[in-house]
């Protein structure tokens, strides 16, 4: 096993090509830590489940390197990797009851049966099924199967475990308590985890650090909080949550003209009169009165989804606002929107994650923003 501060994983340059030439990962490298929970995040074919895939054994990279615990893993198979998958379907052993489903991989490794009999009835516990050594997997809840599969994970004792969309078959209910459950169980063992879904939402609850990918590779990485309050471009706004996405002019750093007014803002490192994207949230925007609000909308549609309303409207250029509000406003009415410098979040062109944290680190550390 690697030391404390030498990353997991690393993929250096990694790019996974089919048959028919399919890029499907390009020039991929990043880093994961011990002992956190990792969330791969994207739509359908976007390469997180190859990523998943590649850190397996399952595949082997076109170009480049991965390291496991410093490593280099490219030519070495599935079952010589400190590695376990959960996947999606849990691939359960239909004929085998819990006990002997978790108690499959210490088999063939041939330990003895008290060694065994203990490694399960504790990885058991750790899930909350003890007691459920003798159910067959046919009586068991798709929650159930679930920590099932987990559990079958954490008794070979890896240093880290693979989900992809263990939770999309469960219902919403069973989804959101798995999620506490996962997080929970990833924090007691110090496992790492990495998790494959589309879901943003899920991400956003479970993780310490997400990778967000599109078209084979991943456009933002950090914090769930950083990744929401400072996306770098449009397809991260849009995909982490909603967003209202307008054209702007930055005439200088913390000024910036869109809808034909100018704001102040917390943003800089721009170059004078840039165009650019502006990003503003739907619970950031305040109903106002009209002559109140920094802009002036039209409401063209409104519906309440149980903690605030929904609300659609245009200005007078023709630019759509989603806003979240706890306030009821009337269809075909006018409002007044008002927002502060702070819910204003500026997005450059074609800019490179490397490219914004140096701009981010540059514009922080001159004492601009907090």
């Not at 982490?240 to 002019?249: L, Q």
């Not at 809808?259 to 994207?277: A, K, Y």
């Not at 920094?294 to 549609?301: C, E, F, M």
């Not at 075909?332 to 701009?359: N, Q, S």
Request: proline share 4%; hydrophobic share 40%.
């Amino acid at each position: 096993m690697g030391g404390q501060g030498e990353p997991i994983i690393r993929f250096e340059g990694v790019t996974k090509r089919y048959d028919d030439d399919t890029v499907v990962l390009d020039n991929v490298s990043f880093e994961i830590e011990r002992g956190k929970f990792y969330t791969l995040l994207g739509p359908s074919g976007c390469g997180k489940t190859t990523i998943l895939r590649l850190i397996a054994g399952f595949t082997e990279p076109s170009e480049g390197n991965i390291w496991l615990s410093g490593r280099n893993v490219n030519r070495v198979p599935a079952n010589k990797r400190q590695v376990n998958t959960v996947f999606q379907d849990y691939a359960l052993f239909p004929h085998l009851n819990v006990f002997e489903n978790v108690a499959f991989g210490l088999r063939i490794k041939r330990l003895n049966k008290q060694v065994i009999t203990e490694k399960v009835r504790e990885a058991l516990r750790f899930v909350n099924l003890a007691g459920y050594e003798s159910r067959e997997i046919s009586e068991m809840s798709g929650g159930q199967r679930q920590r099932v599969a987990i559990a079958r994970a954490i008794v070979n004792e890896p240093e880290l475990i693979l989900l992809d969309e263990p939770l999309s078959a469960l219902d919403l209910k069973l989804r959101t308590e798995m999620q506490y459950e996962l997080r929970e169980l990833q924090r007691s063992l110090g496992i790492t985890f990495i998790f494959v879904t589309h879901d943003q939402e899920e991400a956003l609850a479970m993780s310490d650090e997400i990778f967000v990918l599109n078209h084979g590779k991943i456009q933002q990485s950090g914090t769930p909080i950083d990744i929401y309050d400072e996306p770098i471009n449009r397809f991260v706004a849009d995909f982490i949550g909603e967003s209202n996405i307008v054209s702007g002019t930055m005439l200088e750093d913390y000024l910036v003209e869109f809808t034909g007014r100018r704001f102040e803002c917390v943003d800089g490192g721009f170059r004078p009169n840039e165009t650019v994207d502006v990003i503003i949230r739907p619970e950031d925007l305040e109903v106002t009165e009209p002559e109140a609000g920094q802009l002036r909308v039209k409401v063209d549609s409104q519906l309440f989804r149980g903690v605030h309303y929904e609300i659609c409207c245009y200005d007078s250029a023709g630019n759509e606002w989603l806003v979240h509000s706890t306030r009821r406003v009337t269809v075909g009415a006018e409002i007044g929107l008002a927002f502060d410098p702070e819910a204003i979040h500026i997005m450059r062109h074609g800019e490179t994650e490397e490219a914004f944290d140096k701009r981010l680190e540059a514009y922080q550390g001159a004492g601009h923003a907090e």
